[in-house]
């Protein structure tokens, strides 16, 4: 036989389930979460800030960072090729890398040789379905600035740079990368998320982007930005050890 609860009893039921937080279907406010974390990790041998990363000890501080953040996605600047691979194996994540032309070649990383070339990357979570790379049209003295955008099984994109120095006044190679790295952000159709070096305080996001940025970091504050689509995005700093930039973590939510 079945047993009908009095109204009354229905009522406290729902008041109950309400109290513990517990998450209605179809709520609007619930959004599936995506996180990316974004370094710059010095890592080619060459820059005076190599020092520091006092290598393999910044190979072990991106891999800490990511296990403690449990990202959906990472972005690395001024990293190696090798050592890209080896986070990714240890953590479990899919890579992509584009590597940056240096002198009109590859640059090897060096102290110690080995290491793959110099460049940037993305990790992802899930699967990585496509990717694409490709340079800008002006970069600053013998280094080749170049963007990376990654498709995940998600069907989110992920995008990362690093533009020159030089200033960003009209006219400049880092204004025109940034007028560049605009038109590609605002061509993709998926929802998309972006991180890195843009050695300006400017942002390149297209307008229909919102911006975060490291105005508030320790090291070299306000030239690594965040920009997106996906929604309620927040920003969260963590001073770094081995590296003379702060990373980024990002959180946003996929829209429905």
Same mark, same amino acid.
């Given at each position: 036989?079945?047993?009908?609860?009095?109204?009354?009893?229905?009522?406290?039921?729902?008041?109950?389930?309400?109290?513990?937080?517990?998450?209605?279907?179809?709520?609007?406010?619930?959004?599936?979460?995506?996180?990316?974390?974004?370094?710059?990790?010095?890592?080619?041998?060459?820059?005076?800030?190599?020092?520091?990363?006092?290598?393999?000890?910044?190979?072990?501080?991106?891999?800490?960072?990511?296990?403690?953040?449990?990202?959906?996605?990472?972005?690395?600047?001024?990293?190696?090729?090798?050592?890209?691979?080896?986070?990714?194996?240890?953590?479990?994540?899919? $890579?992509?890398?584009?590597?940056?032309?240096?002198?009109?070649?590859?640059?090897?990383?060096?102290?110690?040789?080995?290491?793959?070339?110099?460049?940037?990357?993305?990790?992802?979570?899930?699967?990585? $379905?496509?990717?694409?790379?490709?340079?800008?049209?002006?970069?600053?003295?013998?280094?080749?600035?170049?963007?990376?955008?990654?498709?995940?099984?998600?069907?989110?994109?992920?995008?990362?740079?690093?533009?020159?120095?030089?200033?960003?006044?009209?006219?400049?190679?880092?204004?025109?990368?940034?007028?560049?790295?605009?038109?590609?952000?605002?061509?993709?159709?998926?929802?998309?998320?972006?991180?890195?070096?843009?050695?300006?305080?400017?942002?390149?996001?297209?307008?229909?982007?919102?911006?975060?940025?490291?105005?508030?970091?320790?090291?070299?504050?306000?030239?690594?930005?965040?920009?997106?689509?996906?929604?309620?995005?927040?920003?969260?700093?963590?001073?770094?050890?081995?590296?003379?930039?702060?990373?980024?973590?990002?959180?946003?939510?996929?829209?429905?």
């Amino acid at each position: 036989m079945i047993r009908r609860l009095p109204l009354a009893a229905l009522f406290g039921c729902l008041l109950a389930l309400l109290s513990t937080g517990t998450a209605v279907a179809g709520s609007a406010e619930a959004r599936p979460p995506y996180s990316l974390l974004h370094m710059n990790l010095c890592a080619s041998g060459y820059a005076g800030c190599y020092a520091k990363t006092e290598y393999p000890k910044i190979v072990a501080e991106v891999v800490a960072r990511i296990e403690a953040n449990d990202v959906n996605a990472v972005t690395l600047n001024e990293a190696c090729s090798g050592d890209v691979a080896e986070i990714a194996a240890r953590t479990g994540y899919h $890579h992509r890398f584009a590597t940056v032309i240096y002198r009109g070649a590859p640059l090897a990383c060096k102290s110690p040789e080995g290491r793959g070339v110099f460049g940037n990357a993305v990790l992802t979570k899930e699967a990585i $379905h496509a990717s694409e790379d490709a340079p800008f049209s002006v970069f600053n003295g013998v280094e080749q600035r170049r963007w990376l955008c990654v498709t995940t099984a998600r069907r989110v994109d992920v995008c990362t740079t690093h533009l020159s120095t030089g200033g960003e006044a009209p006219g400049t190679a880092n204004a025109t990368q940034c007028a560049e790295l605009t038109a590609v952000l605002a061509a993709r159709t998926r929802p998309t998320l972006f991180a890195g070096d843009v050695n300006r305080r400017a942002s390149c996001a297209p307008p229909t982007h919102w911006t975060l940025t490291d105005a508030a970091a320790v090291q070299a504050p306000g030239i690594q930005h965040a920009y997106g689509t996906l929604a309620a995005p927040t920003l969260e700093l963590e001073p770094t050890t081995h590296t003379d930039h702060d990373a980024l973590v990002v959180r946003a939510g996929l829209r429905r």
